[in-house]
């Protein structure tokens, strides 16, 4: 009986699987795609009923058999709505129900599967890689690694999910509840039509590899693991043969992470680079964790806010009254002095009355203007690049102000729907639809660096500024403050999930990851350019390498 039930329960995996994928498709209206995997589904479910009969019971086989008939009613009716429904509501629940009661009551160990996935495995992982072939048979045992930290459950559709441990508890690299259907839907979002070569780094279990690679059996992909126990543990307790028998994928053991920086670097069109979010907690070296968290924040950015970015384009691109190429001669050989929201902005920002305007400029970012307005002070330029619509509040009963504003074509199109004075258009690099029109009209493109200030940096940087003066530019918590007053967001509620750099005057501060991937990419920026002075008058914050540190009025007067 117990050989009866793990093959039950092996089978039970595979259809739960074929059933998510079923649901996927019915919801996504891919209907022709959703037919024939029920097809799949309902043959495999009777090859499997003779078992079903002898080891549910009769209960259970009454209970399968309605819903078996609400679902070919369903289909025989084209009401693909319900079919999705009966799927997720009624056929899926019995399969994971059934799996629950086996898991506990009939001993199925995670074991009873190891020996005979690892010997398979790694005949195929030879033939892929014969030093990490090497490495799993001469290592520790599997059960060894579950004591140091390692972790091995069965997850509730039955599949097994990985747990680990660190200084801060316990986590999973995999859902503790449908496994594959969540892997799935991140390998269906991963994926592009024009995208043929993938670069992940992070291997779990290899269930995400495993979804994309059946997504299309054309590309290439190269999975990047720096833990060679992880990487054993894959071999013994999962089937690694569906992609890594595929000689379009390449698993590469990468303990010190060299290899993976060499295929970032000849990384090219056609190509991603993907990352296994779960994966970055267990990189041990925090250099390379918080470079691939970097890149993470923003990629993200970017595919979480696409079709936002879209739409603002549409309408932007009708709104503007010249491109900010207009007015590069305006600012060559001037001072620019970038006026952002950081806390130590109250320091000195009421010295900006003292610039002589024939020789600097204000450029004040959108956060920012409001503060200068109540001054006195009336900025020569107003940026604004946020893409979301809370930020319209920024300028919200300015609208018929008199300063010229620059946009960004993809910042939220409120601002150039509605502001009544002079609007510039600012077309950004990567991407793609502002590249295409800059081709078009033969203009200018600048890189943003993913915010206001960094954006407004690359804008002098391309006029060429004589001088380019940051205030209020902290990068970092100064007195435990996030922005200066009468802004935004004022008090540091929590040093959670924060970094430390080193400030101005070469002590520890907070800063977020967002604010220090802004550091970072002004330090590369600005490595290169000889012709401009660049200065941090903030008078508080990070220490920005390649910046001279001074007063604000000791660059106003000199």
Known sequence: MKDETKTLFQNNITLINIIDKIIFYFRTQNYDKALRDSTVFIDQLNSNMELLENIAGGERIAELSAILENILLAQDSRDYVILADFYELQMLRFFIGLQEDIMTSSNIEMNDTSDTYLSKNL????????????????????????????????????????????????????????????????AASWYEENILHYVIYGLGLGYHVKELVRLDDSITVEIYEADINVIKLAAVYTDMESYIQSPNVKLI?????????????????????????PSLRNIRNVAVREQLENYFLQYSSIENQRKLLNANFRENIHHYDGLIDELKNKFQEKDLFIVA??????????????????????????????????????????????ANERVYGQIAGLENSSFPLLYLSTANKSFAQNYKGKKFLILQHDYDKSEAFAKENNTMLFQTGGS???????????????????????LAYTDNYVHASNTSQRI????????????????????????????????????????????????????????????????ITG
């Open 452 to 474: 206001v200030s960094t954006t407004a940096l690359d804008i002098g940087i391309s006029f060429g500024c004589k001088r380019i003066i940051f205030l209020g530019l902290d």
């Open 123 to 186: 005949v195929i992982i030879k033939k892929h890689n014969s030093s990490i072939e090497k490495l799993i048979d001469e290592g520790e045992a599997a059960k060894n690694l579950l004591i140091k930290g390692y972790e091995i459950e069965f997850s509730s559709c039955g599949l097994p999910t990985l747990a680990l441990a660190d200084n801060r508890g316990k986590y999973y690299l995999h859902s503790n509840s449908r496994v594959s259907e969540v892997a799935f839907t991140l």
């Open 341 to 386: 929201a950081g806390p130590s902005l109250d320091k000195n920002f009421l010295q900006l009355k003292n610039i002589d305007r024939k020789k600097g400029i204000i450029l004040a970012t959108g956060t920012v203007v409001r503060k200068l307005l109540n001054a006195g002070i009336i900025p020569d330029y107003v940026i604004v690049t946020d």
């Open 492 to 555: 540091l509620n929590s040093t959670e999930d924060l970094r430390q750099v080193v400030d101005i005057n070469g002590k520890l501060i907070y800063t977020s990851k967002s604010l220090d991937i802004y550091r970072q990419w002004i330090e590369n920026r600005i490595r290169n350019v000889k012709k401009i002075e660049f200065v941090d008058a903030t008078e508080g914050g990070a220490r920005i390498a390649g910046m001279k540190i001074r007063k604000l009025s000791e660059c």
């Open 253 to 277: 053991y990468d303990p010190d992470y060299t290899k993976l920086m060499i295929q970032l670097n000849l990384m090219q069109k056609g190509s991603k680079f993907l990352i296994h979010y």
